[in-house]
C-alpha cells in the first residue's frame, strides 16, 4: 500500500472534513506520526481484504471502549454512524465489550456514545432529543479540551 491509498481510506473511514482538520492541525513535531498512521494503520491494516469496513468499524469501536481511548471512540463512534452503522449495532458492541473489558469502561463508552447517537439523531432529523445530554459539548472531532488532531 502506499500513502495515497492509506489516506483514501482514511477518508472514506472518518470523512474529509475530519481529515482536512486533522492534516491542518499538523505540526512538525507530530507529522512524521500522522504519516505512519496513515501508512500503517489506514494503509495497511484497514486496507487488507479480511474483514469488511462495517466489522472493522464495530471492532474499533470495542477495542477503543476496552481501552479508554475515549476521542478516539467519538471520532469512530460518528464516522460510523454516519456510514451506516446502527446506533442498536454500537449499542451490542458495548455491551459484548462490558463483558470482557469491564463495566467502567463500557460505561464511560455508553454515555459517550449516546451523546454521539443524540448528535447524530438531530443531524438526521433536525430535532432534538431532550434526554438531558449536552450532546453539543463534544465539539466534532473529539472530545472537549482534548487534542484530536491525529487520527
Given at each position: 500500500m502506499t500513502d495515497a491509498d492509506g489516506e483514501r481510506v482514511r477518508r472514506a473511514v472518518l470523512g474529509d472534513a475530519?481529515?482536512?482538520?486533522?492534516?491542518?492541525?499538523?505540526?512538525?513535531?507530530?507529522?512524521?506520526?500522522?504519516?505512519?498512521?496513515?501508512?500503517y494503520a489506514w494503509?495497511?491494516?484497514?486496507?487488507?481484504?479480511?474483514?469488511?469496513?462495517?466489522?472493522r468499524r464495530l471492532l474499533t469501536i470495542g477495542v477503543l471502549c476496552s481501552l479508554g481511548c475515549?476521542?478516539?471512540l467519538v471520532m469512530h463512534v460518528?464516522?460510523?454512524?454516519?456510514?451506516?452503522?446502527?446506533?442498536?449495532e454500537v449499542k451490542e458492541v458495548l455491551l459484548h465489550t462490558a463483558v470482557y473489558a469491564g463495566l467502567p469502561r463500557a460505561n464511560r463508552a455508553f454515555h459517550l456514545a449516546g451523546r454521539v447517537v443524540a448528535?447524530?439523531?438531530v443531524a438526521e432529523d433536525g430535532v432534538a432529543a431532550d434526554d438531558g445530554v449536552d450532546?453539543?459539548?463534544a465539539e466534532?472531532?473529539?472530545?472537549?479540551g482534548r487534542d484530536a488532531r491525529i487520527g
Open positions: 475530519h481529515v482536512d482538520r486533522s492534516n491542518a492541525a499538523r505540526t512538525d513535531f507530530d507529522r512524521d506520526f500522522g504519516e505512519f498512521i496513515t501508512e494503509g495497511g491494516v484497514w486496507s487488507r481484504p479480511g474483514l469488511d469496513t462495517h466489522t475515549e476521542d478516539e460518528r464516522a460510523a454512524l454516519d456510514d451506516g452503522v446502527s446506533a442498536d448528535e447524530h439523531d450532546a453539543g459539548s466534532r472531532g473529539g472530545a472537549p
